[in-house]
C-alpha cells in the first residue's frame, strides 16, 4: 500500500501512520475517522470524545511486561453498563498486532481465537457452559457495549456509536475467552491475564 | 448506565446512603461492587442504583492506622483507601484478628492492604496459578509466580465488620478458607471461597515508610511478633560486620597459622648446665632490638621445682642489661580421678635487647632448697605471636557467626517454633 | 558501611600481622622492666613457679 503523505479526507492535516496493517486512522485535528481502502482515502466517521483517563496505556509509549513489549497505537473506548474500559491495539514485539483490554487495572492481552463450533448469541447465558476446542468454559459476563471514542489506528473498521454483544468465558487455569458479536458474526479471542503491577514503562506516569 | 462513572461524567465526590441518608465518600471506580455504610450497616448494590442488599448495625470497627480517603504511593502507584474489612480467624487454637483495607488505584485496580499486629502488608490478586500443589504440608514447596514458597499455615477467615466501597457483595460472617505459602518478602495465598478460589501475591510493606506515605503519624504499638513474610533485616553496621567477619576470619585464621608454623623462632644458642648451684652461661648475638628473643629452660623436676637467678649481659661492653628470677615446679600424682600432674618442666622467658649485639645470659640456682637437677637452656630469636591474629579471627568469626544467629533466631520466630517467643 | 568496616578490617589484620611477626606485647614485663631501668635488681616471680 502506499499511503505516504496521507492527508485528512475532511480538514486535509496529514495523518499520523506508523503501523502498515492499519485499515482505520483517527485524524488527531478534526472529528474525523478514516478509512484507508486500497488507494484512496475515504472519512469513515466521527472520532468522539475520549474523557482523560489515567492509563498505564499511552499512545505511542512502549510498555514492557515480563518479556514481552507492547507499543500501543490505537484506542478504542466502550462503555457498558458499569462504567466503560479501553481497549488499545497494540504492535508486540514481534510486530504482531494485539488487543488490549484496560478496565480499572484488569488488563488482558486478547489473541485471535479460533472457534470450532458455530455459537448462537441467544444460548450464551451467563452462567451457562461452553465446550471449546475441548475446553469447557463457563460464561462470566454477558453484557453489551457500545464504542465511545477513538484514537489513532486500527486494523479494522471501527464506529463510534456501534454497539456490540459481548461475552467473557472463564476457563480453568485462569483461561479467558472474550466473544463478541455484531453484524451477525461472531469474533472470539482469548486473553491472557497481565498484572498491571509488573508493567514497566520508561516514563510511566502511574 | 445505572450509576455515574460514565465516561463523560466526572465522579462523584459522596452519595447518600440510601437506607440512613448519610453522606458516604463515593472513591472507588465503577468496577466495585457494594457500598457499606459506616453509619448504619447498609449494604448497597452499586451497580443496582445503591439498592438495599442487607444491613449489619453495630458493627465494630477494627483497629487499624487508615481510614477511607486516605492517598498514598505504593511500589509508584497512587492507592486510594475506599473500604475497610476486618477479618477474625483462629489458628492452631489462638485467636486471631487484623484488618484489610480495600485499595483501589484507577490504573492498576483493586488490592488490599492489611495491618496486622503492627505489620503491613499489600496484597493483590493474581492469575499466576500455582506451577505444584496438592500437597499442603507444612513448610512443603509451592512453585508460583516464578518464585517457590513455603506452605505456611491454613485458616478460615471470617469477615467481622465491613466499611466502604468494596469489589464484591460481601455478608458479615462470610467465611474463606486461606492457605499461605511464603518466601519473604512475598506471601502467595489461594482463598477458598463458596463459589471460587482466588489467589494472592502478598509483598511485605515497610511500615514506616507506608505510613509516612498515607500521610499517618505512627503512634501506634510496634510489632512484637514476626510477620510470616516479613523480611529479616539487620542493621547495616552488624551486616557489614558479618560480611567482613565471613572474609576475614578465615584470612586472619590462615595468617595466624602461617605465624605458628615459622613464628617459633630460629636457635641461636644451646647450652647445658649440669650443676646449676655452680651455675653457667650462654652467649649468643642478637642482630635486631625489634625481634622477640626467647629464652627456654628445661630441667627434668619430678615432684620438685627449681628457682633460678638470670643475668643478661651485654658481652661488648660488659655491662649487665637485666636481671630476672624464675624457675620450673612440675608435680605428678595418682588419686581417686586417676593420674594427675601440675606445673611444667620448662619456663620461657621473652624479651627485646635494647640494642642488637652480643649478649651473654648467665643463669644459676637462686634458691639453696632448689632441685639440682642440670638444665638445659636454649635461645631463639625472631620469635613471633599469634594470640592478636587469633584473637582477630575469632572476633570475625563471632560476628559472622553473630548475624546467622540472629536470621536462625528470626527465622525459628516467623514459624513459631521459638519456646521463648510465646505470644 | 561495608566499605569502611572491610577497610577497618583490613588494617586490624595488618597490624595483627606485624605485631604477632615483631612480637609486639610479647616480651615478659618483668624482663622488660628491669631492661628499662638498667639492670636494677630482681624483678620477682616469672616463668613456671607460682
Avoid at chain 1, 496529514?14 to 485524524?27: D, G, N, Q, W
Avoid at chain 2, 514506616?208 to 501506634?220: H, K, P, R, S, Y
Avoid at chain 3, 615478659?28 to 620477682?44: E, F, H, L, P
Wanted: with cysteine; charged share 20%.
Amino acid at each position: 500500500m502506499g499511503f505516504d503523505g496521507m492527508n485528512c479526507p475532511n480538514c486535509g492535516s496529514e495523518l499520523p501512520h506508523a503501523v502498515t496493517r492499519a485499515k482505520m486512522i483517527a485524524c488527531e485535528y478534526c472529528e474525523s475517522t478514516v478509512l484507508l481502502e486500497d488507494d484512496a482515502l475515504k472519512t469513515a466517521g466521527t472520532k468522539g470524545v475520549m474523557a482523560e483517563e489515567p492509563s498505564l496505556f499511552v499512545l505511542g509509549r512502549e510498555l514492557h511486561y515480563r518479556r514481552e513489549s507492547f507499543l500501543p497505537v490505537g484506542q478504542a473506548r466502550f462503555s457498558y453498563a458499569q462504567g466503560w474500559w479501553d481497549e488499545f491495539w497494540a504492535v508486540d514485539g514481534g510486530g504482531e498486532g494485539v488487543w488490549v483490554s484496560v478496565d480499572e487495572g484488569e488488563i488482558a492481552v486478547e489473541r485471535p481465537y479460533e472457534i470450532d463450533i458455530p455459537l448462537r448469541p441467544d444460548r450464551l447465558k451467563l452462567g451457562a457452559t461452553v465446550s471449546l476446542n475441548g475446553e469447557t468454559f463457563r460464561v462470566t459476563e454477558a453484557d453489551h457495549a457500545t464504542c465511545t471514542a477513538l484514537r489513532g489506528e486500527f486494523p479494522e473498521t471501527l464506529h463510534v456509536g456501534q454497539t456490540y454483544d459481548y461475552w467473557h468465558l472463564s476457563g480453568p487455569m485462569g483461561r479467558l475467552v472474550t466473544l463478541e458479536y455484531a453484524d451477525g458474526e461472531f469474533a472470539a479471542s482469548e486473553g491472557v491475564w497481565v498484572d498491571p503491577y509488573l508493567i514497566r514503562s520508561e516514563n510511566a506516569q502511574a | 448506565m445505572t450509576d455515574g462513572f460514565d465516561t463523560n461524567t466526572a465522579r462523584l465526590a459522596s452519595i447518600n446512603c440510601t437506607s440512613c441518608g448519610s453522606p458516604l465518600p463515593a472513591l472507588a471506580g465503577h468496577r466495585a461492587k457494594s457500598l457499606i455504610c459506616n453509619y448504619c450497616g447498609a449494604v448497597m448494590d452499586r451497580h443496582d442504583e445503591y439498592r438495599l442488599l442487607a444491613q449489619y448495625r453495630d458493627m465494630q470497627r477494627p483497629d487499624g492506622p487508615f481510614a477511607i480517603g486516605m492517598s498514598g504511593d505504593l511500589f509508584g502507584v497512587e492507592h486510594t483507601i475506599v473500604g475497610v474489612v476486618g477479618i477474625n480467624a483462629t489458628i492452631e487454637g489462638h485467636g486471631y484478628a487484623w484488618t484489610n483495607y480495600q485499595l483501589y488505584s484507577p490504573t492498576h485496580g483493586y488490592s488490599w492492604m492489611t495491618w496486622s499486629d503492627g505489620h503491613l502488608t499489600h496484597s493483590r490478586k493474581t492469575r499466576d496459578l500455582p506451577e505444584t500443589g496438592g500437597n499442603f504440608a507444612y513448610k512443603a514447596p509451592l512453585a508460583a509466580a516464578g518464585r517457590m514458597f513455603k506452605m505456611y499455615e491454613e485458616y478460615v477467615a471470617r469477615i467481622s465488620y465491613l466499611e466502604g466501597e468494596l469489589t464484591w457483595v460481601p455478608a458479615l460472617g462470610d467465611a474463606t478458607r486461606v492457605i499461605e505459602a511464603i518466601d519473604p518478602p512475598y506471601g502467595y495465598a489461594v482463598a477458598l471461597g463458596d463459589s471460587e478460589t482466588e489467589f494472592e501475591f502478598s509483598t511485605y510493606l515497610d511500615r514506616a515508610e507506608t505510613l509516612a506515605a498515607f500521610g499517618v503519624t505512627d503512634e501506634f504499638t510496634r510489632a512484637h511478633t514476626v510477620h510470616a513474610i516479613q523480611p529479616f533485616i539487620p542493621g547495616a553496621f552488624h551486616t557489614a560486620l558479618a560480611k567482613a567477619g565471613k572474609v576475614f576470619a578465615p584470612i586472619a585464621a590462615v595468617i595466624a597459622l602461617i605465624l605458628l608454623a615459622i613464628g617459633g623462632g630460629e636457635k641461636i644458642a644451646e647450652a647445658t648446665i649440669a650443676d646449676p648451684f655452680a651455675g653457667g652461661s650462654v652467649v649468643f648475638p642478637l642482630d635486631s632490638s625489634h625481634r622477640l628473643v626467647e629464652v627456654g629452660i628445661t630441667a627434668n623436676v619430678y615432684n620438685s621445682w627449681s628457682w633460678y637467678d638470670m643475668e643478661l649481659t651485654n658481652e661488648d661492653t660488659d655491662e649487665t642489661i637485666a636481671e630476672f628470677d624464675g624457675g620450673v615446679e612440675y608435680y605428678a600424682g595418682r588419686d581417686s580421678d586417676g593420674a594427675w600432674t601440675e606445673g611444667s618442666q620448662f619456663a620461657a622467658f621473652r624479651f627485646k635487647p635494647p640494642a642488637p649485639g652480643s649478649y651473654r645470659l648467665s643463669v644459676k640456682a637462686g634458691d639453696p632448697k632448689s632441685s639440682t637437677v642440670p638444665l638445659k637452656v636454649e635461645v631463639k630469636r625472631n620469635v613471633m605471636i599469634t594470640r592478636y591474629l587469633f584473637m582477630l579471627a575469632g572476633f570475625a568469626l563471632l560476628m559472622w557467626i553473630s548475624l546467622w544467629w540472629r536470621g536462625a533466631r528470626f527465622e525459628s520466630r516467623r514459624w513459631g517454633e521459638d519456646e521463648d517467643d510465646d505470644d | 558501611m561495608t566499605r569502611i568496616v572491610f577497610v577497618i578490617f583490613a588494617l586490624a589484620t595488618a597490624g595483627a600481622t606485624y605485631a604477632g611477626v615483631y612480637g609486639i606485647g610479647g616480651e615478659d614485663k618483668q624482663i622488660a622492666k628491669s631492661i628499662r631501668s638498667g639492670s636494677s635488681g630482681r624483678v620477682g616471680y616469672i616463668g613456671g613457679v607460682k
